[in-house]
Every structure is written in C-alpha cells, then in structure tokens.
C-alpha cells in the first residue's frame, strides 16, 4: 500500500487539501488531537504535506507550506450542510484552471475561493435561513455575490 505522505510529498504541481474537522483528524492523525489551536494545526499540515491546506470550520484557514497562514473572516452555519464543500472544490478548480491558463500562481485564487464561497452562502441564508441553503442553492449565489462585490 502506497503511503499517502510520500504521495503528496512527490507532487511537482500545486495541491489543495480541502478537509473539515473530522476529515483533517483521519489526514493528519498525530494533529488532530489539537485542534483547539486551528492556525497551528493547519499550518503544520500544510508544512508537512508541502499543500495549500483549507481547514474548514466557522473561521476557514488557509495554510501555506512557506508557513503563511490566512483566515476567512466571515461564514455562516449554512455551510456546515453536505455538498457545501464539494462546491468549493469546483470553485477552487476552476479558479486554478483560470490561473494556470493565463501564467498565474494558483495560491493567490485559495483565499479569494474561501472568501467567495463563504459570501455566497451568507447571502443564500439571508434569503433562505441557514437550514434553507443546500449545495444546488449556493451554487446559484456565487455569481450575483461576486457581481455585488465588483460593481459597489
């Protein structure tokens, strides 16, 4: 059985690691147990994986291998539903795809994925309540979030 560490360690292309709490502490089993110290857990993981890591939760981290940490200011509980984070998965992919087409790093669109997934879902509770937002919903408010932000 291939190691997942020696796995990730050998990558030549950027990785994003997207886990929520139950699934950071199956990773990273010897962080785990610290998870009360989020900025330090996922920066740790982030160092010993060499990827971006996105600890989700109430305050998503943003962690660097270089050690650089970020955390989403804002979120909702409306995220905390399945499929949420399969839409930041497709967001971020397709963000990267944007940045490697135009010669871009692909580290800069993590945050800026973060930050646009969480206002999307802030605004879809607003018109819907926290429980009201599924994945398909969310979906439809990260264009008219981001048009918001670009055009004030």
């Not at 330090?40 to 981290?61: D, E, N």
């Not at 905390?80 to 963000?95: I, K, P, Q």
Request: hydrophobic fraction near 40%; aromatic fraction near 6%; charge should be neutral.
């Amino acid at each position: 059985q291939d190691d997942p560490d020696a796995i990730l360690k050998q990558r030549s292309s950027p990785t994003v690691l997207t886990p929520h709490p139950g699934e950071f502490k199956r990773l990273f089993p010897g962080l785990g147990n610290e998870m009360g110290d989020r900025l330090s857990v996922a920066k740790s993981a982030a160092q010993a994986s060499h990827s971006i890591l996105v600890l989700k939760g109430a305050r998503t981290v943003v962690a660097y291998p270089d050690g650089r940490v970020y955390v989403n200011p804002e979120s909702t509980a409306a995220l905390a539903r399945g499929g949420s984070g399969d839409v930041l998965t497709g967001l971020l992919g397709g963000l990267m795809a944007q940045a490697v087409a135009r010669g871009r790093s692909v580290e800069t669109v993590v945050p800026t994925a973060v930050w646009w997934h969480s206002q999307g879902a802030i605004a879809a509770a607003q018109e819907n309540t926290e429980l009201g937002v599924d994945a398909s919903t969310l979906i439809t408010y990260l264009k008219p979030t981001l048009n918001c932000y670009i055009n004030t």
